[in-house]
Each structure stands twice: as structure tokens, then as C-alpha cells.
């Protein structure tokens, strides 16, 4: 009973950051900010829904698997938000009257 209360709470709490990466993302209206919302409450919200899913499972091959997703959506969510975002600072002419930001791009790694 209380690994399904304490799996329940962890699901709930993911389901909620998820929702208001959401909301976050139809709020913002540049896009650097709608890639910061998602790119952070994703990956939170996806740690708290499969800790969530790995407590209700229990010690099994079902929670490592879980677990291995978890690492995974760890290393590369937050890379792919990088170069997403990184690629709209280099091609987006409007950007600057747009954002306040210190452009670090070098030239020489193109």
C-alpha cells in the first residue's frame, strides 16, 4: 500500500511538472524560452513519472530497463535542447530585437 501511495505521488508530481512545462510553452512567446521550459521540466518531468513507474514495478528487469531510460533521456534531452537552440541563435537574423543575449558563437568551428 504505500509503494503505490509513494509511486502515485511520484506519477502526480510528473504529471503536474509536465503540465506546466505546457503551459510554459504556449506562454513564452520567444523561442529560447519555450526550449529552456521544455528542455528542463521534460527531463524532470520524465524523472519523476518513470521513478514513479519503477517504484510500482519493484526490484525487477522491468525498473532497470526504466532506470536505462531514465539515463538516457538525461544525457541526450539536454544536449538536443542545446542544439536546437543553438541552431535558431545562428539563423535567426531577427534574434537581437528580439532576446538580450552575448553572442559567443565562434566563426571558426563552421
Known amino acids: 500500500m504505500i509503494q503505490v501511495i509513494i509511486a502515485a505521488l511520484l506519477i502526480l508530481s510528473g504529471l503536474f511538472v509536465l503540465g506546466i512545462a505546457t503551459v510554459g510553452i504556449f506562454r513564452f512567446s520567444t523561442m529560447l524560452n519555450r526550449i529552456h521550459v521544455a528542455a528542463k521540466c521534460d527531463t524532470l518531468g520524465a ?32 544536449a538536443a ?30
Open 47 to 78: 524523472l519523476l513519472v518513470l521513478s514513479g513507474l519503477m517504484v510500482l514495478s519493484g526490484f525487477n528487469i522491468v525498473s532497470l530497463k526504466l532506470l536505462l531510460v531514465i539515463i538516457f533521456l538525461w544525457l541526450c534531452n539536454p
Open 81 to 110: 535542447s542545446h542544439l536546437v537552440a543553438r541552431s535558431e541563435v545562428r539563423t535567426n537574423p531577427n534574434l537581437e530585437s528580439i532576446c538580450d543575449f552575448i553572442d559567443k558563437t565562434d566563426t571558426q568551428d563552421e
